[in-house]
């Protein structure tokens, strides 16, 4: 009787050994299938912000470089809008004489 008692025991033990190691077996399986999804997510996101910058980054340089060419030639755009307002009265004046009108 104590025999059977001991072979129930070691083997109840196993089984409990058993079971933690094939839980420790899931979920290091679950972990590792949650590295994959999130690698494979953060790896769409990395190429899909690599292929948008292939597309935008020139536009981003030309429009840098461009704004570099213009603040270089000191290009007054106040001036320029005065300039035609000044033309333009001008050109009403010239076109609409004084002694027209009266």
Do not use: C, H
Request: without cysteine.
């Amino acid at each position: 009787m104590l025999l059977e008692a001991a072979n129930y025991q070691i083997s109840r033990e196993v089984l409990k050994k058993g079971g933690e190691v094939a839980a420790l077996n899931l979920e290091s399986r679950l972990a590792m299938l949650a590295a994959k999804k999130g690698l494979a997510g953060a790896a769409s996101r990395y190429f899909g912000l690599r292929s948008m910058m292939t597309f935008l980054g020139p536009i981003l340089w030309g429009t840098l470089l461009a704004d570099v060419v213009i603040q270089m030639l000191g290009t007054d755009y106040a001036r320029i809008v005065r300039a035609i307002y000044a033309f333009a009265q001008i050109r009403i004046t010239r076109t609409y004489k004084i002694s027209d009108v009266q």
